[in-house]
């Protein structure tokens, strides 16, 4: 991929160098996790039954395999943690005063979400289903029992479709997501004490790319 290089506006000195390594540890875990699925191709079929209920099916590895895969996934999404992703894109736009850089960066944060799961017809009770309410349902009502209001939510989304469905959906949301961060990796990943750079492309990558 063609790439430009942004220098950055900030001296060496000031730039947390622990935040970049934390961050490279953490998604090339994340990253090896990923290949390891050995996924291939990914074919999903949606439906809507007649009894109102959405069904789909696809391949996907092993529940409890998965479950790794989203325990690494969880150090870029959680608020809590210091890579939480869109912490860490408003970290790299404070490291210069490029707007072309901050504008990349802006429309990456933006294509954070996953187009299987967004794709304009996947309501329950009127409302869109997206990749953020997908996310926050899994992490903060089923994996941490902790809010009410989102567990109803996450009830009534569940009993709209099928449990493979569901499944499918939130395996989608965390891969295609994965992509970004993978995008937000790659933007930084020439950054050295010698190197006081960033990358950008010089034209849009694909969600896929």
Known sequence: MQSKKIILDIKELDIDWELIKLFRKRFLTLWDNLKDLQLGFISINIHKN???KYDGNSTLPNLHRLKGFYTDYRHFYLQSERTNIFKF?????SLTDCNEYHEFLKNEKKDFRSMTVENSWLKI????LETAEILDLWFNAEIFHNDVNKIIRLNRVRDSMSESLWKTLVFMCVYDTSL???NIYWSQGELSQSNLYLLMPTKKRTQHE
């Open 180 to 182: 970004k961060i993978r």
């Open 50 to 52: 007649t009894n109102g």
């Open 125 to 128: 009770d009127d409302k869109k």
């Open 89 to 93: 894109i408003k970290y790299l736009s």
